[in-house]
């Protein structure tokens, strides 16, 4: 993270800028932080902050709460990612409620932690073993999201992206969620790069998994 001068400086052009015009909001992107980085950021003037690496949904999620507080006192509530997402559980679930998700798995573990991660906020979950599987009943019902996992036999999760992004030809857009053990330099970029449109890493954590899944449906009905 940058030293609080530094952030300082960032902010000075804008508070005097605010003091003649209505006030901005001002967002923090940062590689690292510590405990206690909201509380002095907040101080410095900072509306909130988000910790890389970030993807588009998550970003456009908080610019969305920005607007939600743009009439607000000055006492409003400062943002970060983990606030947003507990303020938000019960409509997050609610916006799940009658969404269809195929969660493709090789593993049978992952399968079951995925299935009670999802069964009490989705309407209805599909398996399939592999990604030929996951084309497949990708093209014979309509989903609101795939989740796949990135090594499976017979098809791997990126060969199966490609195949449902050429079928799609930019018409109707499915949101696809990576999962992979590999949390390597990199591996986020491919997966954006092939029409992915959020990346999870395994061990599978619920918080993680479900707000990828509900990022990714509130920008799918944006577009």
Known sequence: MIGLEACKKLLQPLNNHAKKQQRCRSLLLATAMHRGSGEELKAIGFDGYLQRPVF???LQHMIEAFSDQINTSPSRRFLYASSLETANKTSIS??????????AEDNSVNQMVGQKILNNLVAEIDMACNGQEAVRM??????????LDCHMPIMDSYQATKNIRQIENHQHHTPIIALTANALSGEREICLQIGMDDYVTKPIHAETLVTAIN??????RLH
């Not at 609610?94 to 969660?103: P, Q, S, W, Y």
């Not at 990708?138 to 989740?147: E, G, L, M, T």
């Not at 990022?215 to 799918?220: A, T």
């Open 138 to 147: 990708w093209s014979k019902f309509s989903y609101d999201a795939i989740i």
């Open 94 to 103: 609610l916006a799940m409620k009658n969404t269809r998700i195929l969660l």
């Open 56 to 58: 588009k949904p998550q």
């Open 215 to 220: 990022h990714c449906l509130q920008s799918n």
